[in-house]
């Protein structure tokens, strides 16, 4: 009698021990899943930062560093295919193929490198700098809105837990070849961000001011409606630009805009005139990036 109560008992808290290991199994699960969610958003994570000083939040005690200096290189994407027609030229320059992107990626991730976003280098003071040094910074941007973004890039970018911002010209959305808004939103909910590319993909240089409203201004409210969230990032068509568009894109709330400039962006950039590096599958990272 006594020992089959021993027994119980010890059935008991045999059960009671593999009940709380599961439920703390599945908390770390979902933690990790969230994690994997705002992994381009962690705060702490640290680059190629040349200069800091510490400055005290007057919020609370923590001290964190304010980044004065750093260099942080914009990639620039348009498709991610596997393409060989050697009658387009230009078709086979702007495919970098799902393997050597995914390639590509695995080697960000081997050299320490992390996605940001482009709204992070309005004020890099988010990033704490006392945290891991070997860390890098690389923002990843696809131009255009193909159809691949979703199909190709999208599912990679997931799987090395990396961010970016796909720059959407919203008339062609929902045609062949292109994202259409489901998969936008799919997308946006995953941590993906989006940016302007105007309504039809002209160079703005040549229009005037009734045409160049409608290709910033539609376009901007068009997909901030879609999504449900600001846009703050642009970028110019053919990488056409001057004053008087930079101009229109500060006055309706744009914060930053990519060019087709080969370089990498550092303190110094002017946020309106964002220098990229242009990808392709020739591209040697350990090459441009150094
Ligand atoms: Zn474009």
Not at 82 to 110: C, M, T
Not at 200 to 208: A, G, I, K, S
């Amino acid at each position: 009698m006594q020992k089959s109560r021993r027994e119980n008992r010890r059935i008991f808290t045999g059960g009671l021990l593999f009940l709380s290991t599961l439920v703390i199994l599945l908390t770390a699960i979902f933690a990790n899943q969230d994690q994997i969610k705002i992994a381009a958003n962690i705060p702490n994570c640290q680059g190629q930062i040349l200069s800091a000083e510490t400055e005290n939040k007057e919020s609370n005690n923590q001290e964190k560093k304010k980044i004065n200096e750093y260099q942080v290189p914009i990639l620039m994407y348009h498709y991610i295919r596997d393409y060989d027609n050697h009658d387009d030229r230009i078709g086979i320059n702007l495919s970098v193929s799902p393997e050597i992107f995914a390639k590509q990626l695995e080697w960000l991730r081997d050299n320490n490198y992390q996605t940001i976003n482009l709204d992070d280098i309005i004020d890099m003071r988010s990033f704490d700098s006392t945290q891991d040094q070997n860390h890098k910074f690389v923002i990843l941007t696809f131009d255009d809105g193909y159809i691949d973004a979703f199909a190709n890039a999208f599912p990679t970018l997931k799987k090395y837990r990396f961010s970016g911002t796909f720059y959407i010209t919203s008339d062609f959305i929902g045609h062949e070849n292109y994202l259409s808004w489901g998969m936008i939103k799919r997308m946006n909910k995953s941590g993906m961000k989006f940016g302007g590319h105007t309504m039809t993909h002209p160079d703005l240089t040549n229009l005037d001011d009734e045409q160049l409203s409608r290709e910033i201004v539609d376009n901007k409210m068009i997909i901030e409606n879609q999504i449900e969230k600001p846009i703050t990032d642009f970028c110019y068509p053919s990488g056409q630009y001057n004053d008087r568009i930079m101009n229109k894109l500060k006055e309706v709330g744009y914060k930053t805009a990519t060019t087709t400039h080969h370089g990498i962006t550092n303190q110094n950039s002017d946020k309106f005139q964002l220098p990229r590096i242009r990808m392709t599958n020739n591209t040697k990272l350990e090459q441009v990036l150094k």
